[in-house]
């Protein structure tokens, strides 16, 4: 559902991060802020990188080596008749915000932000609770789950389902 006349405002302060590598916990690189972000709501970043279709994403997919990361993302927006899907790829093109990892329970959330036109949104993070200084940034990927397909998560939450969300682009 869209809502009319929504703004979202953006105060420009910086936020203190530091790009982590956590190959030993077997999680590539990752995100940690310097210092608390102490108001939930607090825009953190945008997700940016290579608008693709559909077909695209499916063939950068099946490119991409088992051993190599992804950086494509799927965000599926439900209307009443349909799900809108937008893929972003920051492979190639694209800014810290790739870095941040999935976690069961995660600290961000995205939000389709729209400006001056429908599509494709832009994908905004937004803190959902406080944030502890030296803390992981982390999202979650999504909560289908594939028994064939899905890698195991290492985000060692409490509420960790073992599994990293998996979703088909067809």
Known sequence: NVIPNVKIVVHKKKINLIMFNLFRMNKGYGIVVKQAIVHPGTYVGEYVGEILSETQA?????????????????YNEHHSQSIVKTFVDARYYGNWTRFINHSCNPNLH?????IDQPSPPHLAFFTLRTIQANEELSYSYGTTIDSQR???CHCSSFSCTGFMPYQSTD
Do not use: D
């Open 150 to 152: 899905s890698k195991p």
């Open 110 to 114: 995205i939000v389709p932000v729209r």
């Open 58 to 74: 499916h063939q950068r997919i099946l490119s991409t080596r088992n051993y190599e990361h992804n950086y494509l993302l799927l």
